[in-house]
């Protein structure tokens, strides 16, 4: 769906980070480079947790008294729901601070259209397979932390299979919690495998972690922007055909789920 021009309202991004791996923000700047380049807010910025600028440091960023948050993240949990708000003094929906007014949208994991970008990069991974002899894997971290984060999976699984795709199987795996990724193959019964990592960025657990527990790779390299793992499909291991996406948040589209929260939140929360 396509939302009307906000030229008086800005759009503010906001991400993890990470003080380890250089490249997890670049899915957030591309996102925010692709919205900026439609030109339908007056400004469109990224803050993060782990990396500059922060949420605190986003108001001085911002010109706009309007200003939609849409969190970056694969599910509602800890981040969502605590740090965030408590970063930028959010108490609700919708929170005036500072004479600003900040649209807190929910995260883009949590959105249905998302359930096409699984299925878009799964269909670019391994364009010749027949879905029919094959099984789609969702993986994630997986946490007894915050139950909130398997369930998105498990949405989007849920999801998959309702859409008459097509794949065999489609299912969810982990990598702290079972089902395990570690045993994909075990998991599935068909000749050919796609995992898709449900992850925002690719970081040090999809192109080091789960390719070694998937056995792909044999241990973790040190060279982790490089993502030479996404580049050598397919691999023949353990009696199968496996094809390993890189995580699905690098997807250019995502973009338009961003703006798809926007859309969802006015409709909701009757903005006009």
């Known amino acids: 769906m396509s939302i009307a021009?906000?030229?008086?309202?800005?759009?503010?991004?906001?991400g993890h980070g990470s003080t380890e791996n250089p490249d997890s923000s670049t899915p957030y700047f591309d996102h925010a480079d692709e919205i900026r380049r439609r030109g339908l807010f007056a400004e469109v910025h990224c803050c993060f947790w782990k990396?500059?600028?922060?949420?605190?440091?986003?108001?001085?960023?911002l010109d706009s008294d309007d200003v939609y948050v849409v969190p970056d993240f694969i599910s509602e949990g800890y981040f969502t729901q605590e740090v965030i708000p408590r970063e930028l003094g959010l108490t609700g929906?919708?929170?005036?601070?500072?004479g600003k007014t900040f649209h807190y949208c929910l995260p883009v994991g949590v959105h249905s259209s998302m359930t096409d970008l699984i299925l878009r990069r799964a269909k670019e991974v391994a364009p010749d397979i027949d879905p029919a002899t094959t099984t789609l894997i969702i993986t994630g971290h997986g946490t007894g932390l915050n139950q909130n984060s398997t369930k998105a999976i498990r949405d989007q699984v849920d999801q998959i299979i309702a859409s008459g795709?097509?794949?065999?199987?489609?299912?969810d795996a982990y990598m702290e919690e079972p089902p395990f990724i570690a045993e994909w193959d075990k998991l599935s019964h068909t000749p050919n495998v796609v995992i898709v990592p449900f992850f925002i960025s690719d970081g040090l657990h999809s192109y080091q972690d789960i390719p070694v527990l998937i056995g792909i790779e044999n241990a973790v390299g040190a060279a982790a922007s490089h993502r030479e793992v996404f580049?050598?499909?397919?691999?023949?291991?353990?009696?199968?055909?496996?094809?390993?996406?890189?995580?699905?948040?690098?997807?250019?589209?995502?973009?338009?789920?961003?703006?798809d929260l926007v859309h969802d939140f006015d409709q909701l929360h009757k903005i006009l």
């Open 93 to 98: 929906p919708s929170t005036e601070v500072r």
């Open 231 to 259: 580049r050598h499909n397919p691999h023949y291991v353990r009696g199968k055909t496996l094809y390993y996406t890189s995580a699905i948040g690098t997807e250019r589209l995502l973009a338009d789920v961003i703006l």
């Open 5 to 14: 021009p906000k030229p008086t309202s800005a759009l503010l991004i906001v």
């Open 165 to 171: 795709a097509g794949y065999a199987s489609v299912i």
């Open 51 to 61: 990396e500059e600028p922060s949420m605190r440091e986003a108001f001085y960023l």
